[in-house]
Every structure is written in C-alpha cells, then in structure tokens.
Nanobody
Framework: QVQLVESGGGLVQAGGTLRLACAASGIILSINAMGWYRQAPGKQRELVAT???????TYADSVKGRFTISSDSTKNTVYLQMNSMKSEDTAVYYCNTRARAYNSGSYRTADYWGQGTQVTVSS
C-alpha cells in the first residue's frame, strides 16, 4: 500500500498564494506520475496538474500560468505552488500517484489517493 499525506491547505484571500505538499510512503518500487485533483461542492473531481517521472507536466487550462507543479523524487513528494488565486479555486484538493508498490503480497502498479485538503479562497 501507498499512503499519501497532504499538507498546506487553508484559507487565503483572492490574489494570494498557497503551497500544497504531498508525500508518498510505503514500499514503493517506482512512481510513474504524481498529481493534484480538486473537487468543488456540487462538482465532479477535476485534474489540476500532473508531473511524470521524467518531468513532463500537464495543467488544467484554468490554472495555467498561475499554478506550478513540481516534485522531489528523492522524497517521493509533489508540490503545488498556487499563485494569483481566485475564488473559483476553492475546493478540496486531492493528491494522486500512480506507483508500483508492494501491496497484498506482490508489487503492483495502481493509483493511490490522499485524504484531501481544503483550500478556500475568499473574495
């Protein structure tokens, strides 16, 4: 199993900044990608940004130019720097990783999710 622990959420004013972090732990052989998703009240969960093991990044159009995803492979940690925040960024942010890890007696590649961290932007 892989455990993901998120930190850095909270309340920020519009135009402000927040930095989220997510650390993966467990018996991990390799990580294919890590990323952030978010879910606002009454809406479906959506992709915010992802980064692959080779450093390729993907962003939702709504956050391009404002958010930056990065990772530290030595710590199995992914970060999301959020600048120029808007009220529409308010959501629960979930960390995700696709990793090959020891699970139920063997190594398996699977998607894992964090418990979520609340981000609230006040206007």
């Amino acid at each position: 199993q892989v455990q993901l622990v998120e930190s850095g959420g909270g309340l920020v004013q519009a135009g402000g900044t927040l930095r989220l972090a997510c650390a993966a732990s467990g018996i991990i052989l390799s990580i294919n990608a890590m990323g952030w998703y978010r879910q606002a009240p009454g809406k479906q969960r959506e992709l915010v940004a992802t980064v692959t093991e080779s450093g390729i990044t993907t962003y939702a159009d709504s956050v391009k130019g404002r958010f930056t995803i990065s990772s530290d492979s030595t710590k199995n940690t992914v970060y999301l720097q959020m600048n120029s925040m808007k009220s529409e960024d308010t959501a629960v942010y979930y960390c995700n990783t696709r990793a090959r890890a020891y699970n139920s007696g063997s190594y398996r590649t699977a998607d894992y999710w964090g418990q979520g961290t609340q981000v609230t932007v006040s206007s």
